[in-house]
């Protein structure tokens, strides 16, 4: 994985010594007159945006206890958070971390957490919540494969998701495939909710895992389902959303926290009383 900046030296092993060389490099990075997306450019060259991650995937190799001080020192500054909302860290982190190839790490992972991409996942069809029901299905030539079907969405604002597809006329957990696939490709159209695609065709590079064998992408990504952001924006800093379709990239930080002030308290006439 690449990105713009070198990566910092960051003393993991003592605590103290990590707080404060993330004290001095917020105090040198941290700036209300750059863009969100270069703010989001410096957190992931820094290893910042997903500390407990492999060091190939973006990350430090970190401990949660060093994650837990990298999320209060950006609390403590009133720091935008990473670019953490959707289901790609969430979701699509650990399928990429176990699945992915080099290559395709190589192509998803900057983007996706430097917050240029908002990815998704697409594994339900319209009237289950089962992704064994699966009927879209995708078809291969020498080069290609077509998606043909309609998934379930829960993220309109997605430029990009890992799509479930049926491959084979076999039932069940047999013959599937999970696919990266970019939202703006022709054959894909919208509607709230749902994502319809239409022989939308790419190369056989965007295939996660081995064909035909998706369920056990699926498996991977299942036990992440139940579990939630809400806990992981700490107090303090503002959660942003990401990807071209919300905006936010080119905002100054200035700007995009000016939106997030809470509104005034309102003022009370004391000469009533």
Wanted: charged residues 20%; negative net charge; aromatic residues 6%.
């Amino acid at each position: 994985m690449e990105l713009t900046a070198p990566r910092p030296w960051w003393p993991l092993g003592d605590l103290e010594q990590m707080r404060e060389a993330l004290r001095y490099w917020i105090s040198n990075n941290w700036n209300t007159a750059i863009t969100v997306g270069e703010w989001w450019e410096r957190l992931a060259s820094a290893g910042l945006a997903v500390p407990t991650w492999n060091r190939s995937h973006g990350g430090l190799a970190a401990t949660s206890l060093v994650q837990q001080i990298v999320e209060e020192e950006l609390a403590a500054a009133g720091a935008i958070a990473p670019p953490l909302a959707g289901e790609g860290v969430r979701l699509l982190g650990p399928a990429l971390r176990q699945f992915a190839t080099q290559e395709q790490s190589d192509l998803v992972l900057p983007a996706m957490l430097t917050g240029q991409q908002l990815w998704t996942v697409m594994l339900t069809e319209p009237g289950s919540d089962d992704p064994l029901a699966t009927t879209t299905t995708a078809e291969f030539d020498w080069k290609y494969l077509s998606i043909t079907g309609t998934k379930t969405c829960t993220e309109d604002a997605a430029t990009h998701a890992l799509v479930l597809v049926r491959t084979t006329d076999l039932p069940g957990r047999k013959g599937l495939t999970t696919v990266l696939v970019d939202l703006t490709d022709q054959g894909i159209t919208y509607e709230p909710g749902l994502v319809h695609f239409e022989a939308a065709r790419m190369t056989h590079e965007h295939v996660l895992g081995n064909r035909d064998a998706g369920w056990a992408v699926v498996k991977t990504i299942l036990p992440y389902m139940e579990r939630s952001l809400a806990g992981r924006i700490r107090r303090g800093m503002v959660n942003v959303e990401p990807g071209e379709a919300a905006g936010n990239l080119q905002r100054t930080v200035a700007d995009v926290l000016s939106a997030h002030q809470p509104p005034p308290s309102p003022q009370v006439d004391r000469r009533a009383r």
